[in-house]
């Protein structure tokens, strides 16, 4: 009998022919590489659960992997506060408590510990299915749960000083919305527990495929193998609605969909690209909007790092601090100079605000791909540093999206339904590549640069590391300068 965690449960929910493959021929489930954005997700988990445990300094601890036999002990010692406290039921249903408070009328109350600064109830992060799941283990042993609360951080908390628990953390009581959906929810546990045991199951096709790209799970091409390149599931922000109707009509490849089938603009052209097999590109519009800009020219590009416990003063958690620029400053004439700042610690970003005002003035256009992330930093930035405003200010007054023009004046299929600078970037100019960086993507230099800074420990080549991140975001700006000379 196969043992159903949460986890195993929150699977379940997403595609229950993923969880069966894990579970019954893990040797063929795509073993996606264990990703340092969800290493950073787990190892946030404890940091949170830590401060949570703060809030219950008479709890008993019990040991991280403890058997459900060791918390039946310590509960008949007449102990009331548990730490990590783990059920079993003969079904094989497993549960591990964040931490577990026995109330005067001998029912019990389960806090869970989330990282998030609220609630989750979307299909990837549902916190109240979890918390079910964990009142259906108590209840299949016994135990009478009549609380149920979600402990997460509090969105508005800013770390001055020594972080006090009792306002980094918000105690959120579910009861009512658990009790609303228990029963469901028992039903699918249920579900889960008779599917993950069956001794076989039609591996043809998922429930993924009448589903939306980003919500295919990790084995939608082991299930999956008839889908084609360029397939319905690569057009643009396509609806569920959209994806079943065509499926319905045996439809699976882009160029298959008739042509009376109706779509939003944006999707329309990059549906005409794929059939037309080649770039559907409005030079006008391209031309009338690169006319608008105002030199010099500044392509810009921020690095951040960001954690759910704020590690500085004046930081709220999960909020992102800019540690890292890159500007390539173009003139008229079409010189180029490049401008970089790296932090050599984490800090506040006064020294990146003078450092890019003094590189770059408070003139010309600033030039960035999904702009709305810089605006963002730059409008925190504004709270940190109220004397850095009026740059701040006029950088975002005078900011251009890049990305944009890819979204509707220069659509190609080979983009495959993307217009992130790392599917346009090879289509239009294949010389560069990030493919021989040591640092591939944000998250990375964000991890990286997290631990040059913040590990005692850390015995890597500073050099080389700061090297590797100042190429990275220096590729980012190159890149997007590439591109402009490519649409001129």
Request: hydrophobic letters at 35%; charged letters at 25%.
């Amino acid at each position: 009998m196969h043992q159903l965690t949460k986890t195993d449960f929150i699977q379940y929910l997403n595609c229950p022919k993923s969880l069966w493959l894990l579970k019954n021929k893990p040797e063929d489930f795509p073993k996606g590489e264990f990703s340092l954005f969800l290493e950073k997700l787990i190892k946030e988990g404890y940091e949170v659960e830590e401060y949570a445990q703060k809030l219950f300094p008479s709890a008993v601890k019990l040991p991280d992997f403890g058997s459900a036999e060791l918390t039946k002990q310590e509960i008949e010692k007449g102990k009331t506060q548990f730490f990590q406290a783990t059920f079993e039921t003969q079904k094989g249903i497993f549960a591990r408590i964040d931490i577990l408070e026995k109330k005067q009328d001998d029912t019990w109350h389960i806090y869970e510990v989330k990282s998030s600064t609220s609630v989750k109830k979307d299909k990837k992060h549902n916190h109240l299915k979890d918390a079910c799941f964990q009142k259906h283990a108590m209840i299949e042993n016994g135990y009478n749960v009549s609380q149920v609360s979600i402990i997460h951080l509090n969105k508005d908390y800013v770390r001055q000083g020594d972080i006090n628990p009792h306002q980094l953390l918000e105690i959120e009581d579910v009861t009512e919305q658990i009790n609303d959906l228990y029963s469901s929810v028992v039903n699918q546990i249920n579900g889960a527990v008779t599917f993950i045991n069956k001794e076989t199951i039609s591996l043809n096709t998922c429930t993924c495929r009448e589903d939306t790209r980003s919500n295919h799970c990790d084995s939608f091409k082991y299930f999956n193998p008839d889908i084609p390149d360029y397939s319905i599931y690569e057009i643009g922000r396509i609806s569920a609605k959209k994806v079943m109707e065509l499926i319905d009509q045996d439809i699976l490849a882009i160029s298959d969909i008739p042509s009376d089938y109706t779509f939003n603009d944006k999707q329309q052209l990059q549906v005409e690209s794929v059939r037309q097999n080649q770039p559907i590109i409005d030079h006008k519009e391209i031309q009338n909007k690169l006319l608008t800009l105002e030199f010099p020219l500044h392509f810009i590009d921020y690095e951040t790092y960001a954690s759910a416990i704020p590690r500085i003063d004046g930081v709220r958690p999960h909020q992102h601090i800019p540690f890292q620029v890159s500007i390539h400053t173009m003139q008229t004439d079409g010189s180029i100079q490049h401008f970089e700042f790296l932090a050599n610690e984490l800090e506040l970003p006064n020294k990146l605000n003078e450092f890019m005002e003094s590189s770059t003035g408070k003139s010309g256009t600033f030039i960035s791909w999904h702009a709305s992330f810089e605006m963002s930093r730059n409008r925190d930035m504004i709270t940190m540093l109220p004397q850095c405003e009026d740059y701040l200010t006029y950088m975002n007054s005078n900011m251009f999206d890049l990305e944009d023009i890819f979204k509707t004046d220069y659509v190609d299929y080979r983009f495959h339904g993307s217009t992130s600078i790392k599917k346009v970037l090879p289509v239009l100019l294949p010389e560069l590549s990030y493919d021989s960086l040591e640092v591939q993507n944000g998250t990375m230099a964000l991890d990286i640069w997290g631990r040059l800074v913040l590990d005692n420990d850390y015995i890597e080549d500073k050099a080389e590391v700061r090297k590797n991140l100042l190429e990275y975001c220096e590729l980012d700006t190159f890149a997007m300068v590439e591109i402009y000379r490519y649409l001129q």
